[in-house]
C-alpha cells in the first residue's frame, strides 16, 4: 500500500543520504592523504638530492687526494 512504499522510499532515502556523506567523507581524507603523501615525496626528493650532492662532493675530494684519481690506478688504496 502507499504507507509502506512511502516509508521503503524514506528509508532508501536516507541510506542514500548515509552513503553520500560518507563518500563525501572518504574523498575529503583521501585528498588529504595525497596532498600529505606529495609533500612526503617531495621532502624525500629534497634529501635524497642533498645526499646525492654529499656523494658528488666525496667523489670529488677521493678523486683529488688519490694518486691516479679516483678511477685510475691507485684509487682507494689499491695498487
Known sequence: DKE????RMDAIINKLDVIHTQTT???QAIAQLASSNAQAIA???SRVD????KVDMVAMV???I???GASGPGAMGRP
Open 62 to 64: 677521493l678523486h683529488h
Open 4 to 7: 509502506f512504499l512511502d516509508r
Open 25 to 27: 567523507s572518504n574523498a
Open 43 to 45: 621532502q624525500l626528493t
Open 66 to 68: 688519490t694518486p691516479g
Open 50 to 53: 642533498t645526499f646525492m650532492n
